[in-house]
């Protein structure tokens, strides 16, 4: 397993000034405004179109072999006697397979707009979602903030539809403090409701524990439970096989103030979606260094099972993790495999293209990978200055990382070379990119993220769209068709 251990020479709170030049850089109009929990945003300046999401699940839709959401009742549907509920899901369950290249849709705003229930009081920025099916009801859970920074206003709600049109609400979370990573699983009956709580300074990255909450029927949920170690940040869940993954970290304090703790990615499985071990016994911590989010794809149609005729070498996972903190071999993200014979060994190649909140999936024998693209010449975010000592680079990458504009990307991952290259961007600009899939057929799915206007002459910088207005958008992804297996 390639493994990198933080300096302990960096100096702590390096990345302080950085975010002061951000703040004081911004035009400050959204962030001076006297914004709270109960002001309440209604503008549609995202995207085009109205409000238009998918179906939800019958809850007899067998799972057992969907790696990640389960599909809506209403696309199977199509297929028997019972007819679609409405058109637009009709027209979504019907998208026809991309003959050779991804096709992503037009953006349609859900966060804010007018289709949202009046108890959504929705502030300046819209940043952080997650998007799960549950009892034949399609349920979002989205935080809203002055800005993308901490703050004390800062508010997460669940909303939930079963129409495509309208959305209802089902709660509201408001600590006096941040809260982040929301996570939704659905899974043996429950739905459980998971997110980071972390300070209230915007200068810093301050975890402060998981909360954990279980769905009882609309707006009523179970009181908060604090689970996980203090600093642990959920990051991806996806199910597979009747078993939910999850991948997360500790130690994310030393991605903004270095020189502490390396950053350790744990690799958990659960049976439940409430108890969770490491996927392999004795072995959670996969990753450590200066890497953090990070998610993987299963290489075999049955986890880490090995096809009949295939060497215990071949590769069974593939993972791309973000390399923000960095350290000796690099700054940027890591690309890594495992193997059948040693699952828990993770080993990984550097890219100096930093791929932000990456979301990792499987189709047919292509990985996918939808993550921030820098829009630079080369895309990089390690510049290549091995000239300077490792705290002087780090400063050196974000300044530059911050005032460059962004995309929310879809890319190829290559197991074998570990190798990404781009594909398409989505609709997206500004301060965007925190990405959710939601299949709803074999080729087609929705993409959930969030992003700046996607209107105006001016290609906004990260920390211009960071301080300004930004909506949780969907579009759709068409797929090319993967051939059926042979017998």
């Known amino acids: 397993m390639a493994r990198m251990n933080a300096s302990p020479s960096r100096p702590r709170q390096i990345v302080s000034p950085l975010v002061t030049f951000v703040l004081a850089c911004s035009s400050g109009n959204e962030r001076t405004a006297s914004v709270n929990a109960d002001t309440e945003v209604r503008q549609d300046d995202v995207g085009a179109g109205n409000l238009d999401v998918s179906d939800a699940a019958s809850p007899d839709v067998p799972t057992d072999d969907l790696p990640t959401r389960r599909p809506p009742s209403a696309c199977t549907a199509l297929d028997g006697a019972a007819p679609p509920p409405n058109s637009t899901l009709e027209a979504l369950c019907t998208l026809p397979a991309a003959t050779e290249s991804p096709i992503i849709g037009p953006p349609v705003t859900v966060a804010p707009s007018s289709a949202l229930p009046l108890e959504v009081k929705s502030q300046v920025a819209h940043n952080n979602l997650d998007a799960e099916w549950h009892d034949g009801r399609l349920f979002l859970a989205v935080r809203t903030a002055p ?69 009882r029927g609309p707006e009523d949920w179970t009181d908060l439970e604090t689970v996980f170690a203090n600093d642990f940040i959920p990051w991806r869940t996806q199910r597979s096989n009747g078993t939910l993954y999850l991948t997360g970290y500790t130690g994310g304090e030393s991605i903004y103030q270095l020189g502490g703790d390396p950053i350790r990615v744990s690799w958990l499985q659960s049976q439940n979606g409430i108890d969770f071990a490491p996927v392999i016994e004795g072995h959670e911590v996969v990753l450590e260094g200066g890497v953090s989010e990070t998610d993987f794809a299963f290489l075999s149609d049955v986890p880490l099972k090995r096809p009949p005729g295939t060497p215990d070498t071949a590769l069974a996972l593939v993972a791309v993790s973000r390399n923000e903190a960095g350290g000796p071999d690099g700054f940027g993200s890591k690309i890594c495999t495992a193997s059948f014979a040693e699952p828990q060994s993770w080993s990984c190649t550097n890219d100096p293209r930093k791929y932000d909140s990456p979301l990792v999936f499987k189709h047919g024998e292509s990985v996918m990978l939808v993550a921030r693209r820098n829009l630079t010449e080369t895309g990089s975010y390690d510049l290549g200055r091995d000239d300077l000592p490792l705290d002087e680079q780090y400063t050196a990458y974000q300044s530059a990382y911050w005032v460059a504009p962004k995309r929310c990307a879809l890319w190829n ?65 068409q797929l090319p068709a993967v051939p059926p297996l042979e017998k």
């Open 147 to 215: 800005d993308h920074f901490a703050s004390t206003e800062t508010t997460m709600f669940v909303v939930s539809t079963d129409d495509l049109d309208q959305w209802r609400f089902e709660g509201r979370w408001k600590l006096g403090t941040d809260v982040r990573e929301p996570q939704l699983v659905s899974m043996a009956g429950q739905l459980i409701f998971y997110f980071a709580v972390l300070g209230d300074d915007p200068l810093s990255f301050k975890p402060q524990g998981v909360r954990r909450t279980r769905y």
């Open 413 to 477: 991952v290559d197991p074998a070379s570990r190798r990404v290259t781009h594909a398409l961007d989505l609709p997206s600009r500004g301060d965007t990119c925190f990405p959710e899939r939601v299949p709803l057929t074999d080729t087609t799915s929705l993409i959930f993220n969030y992003t700046s206007p996607l209107d105006g002459d001016s290609e906004p910088a990260w920390y211009e769209g960071q301080t300004g207005p930004t909506a949780v958008i969907y579009t759709t992804l």
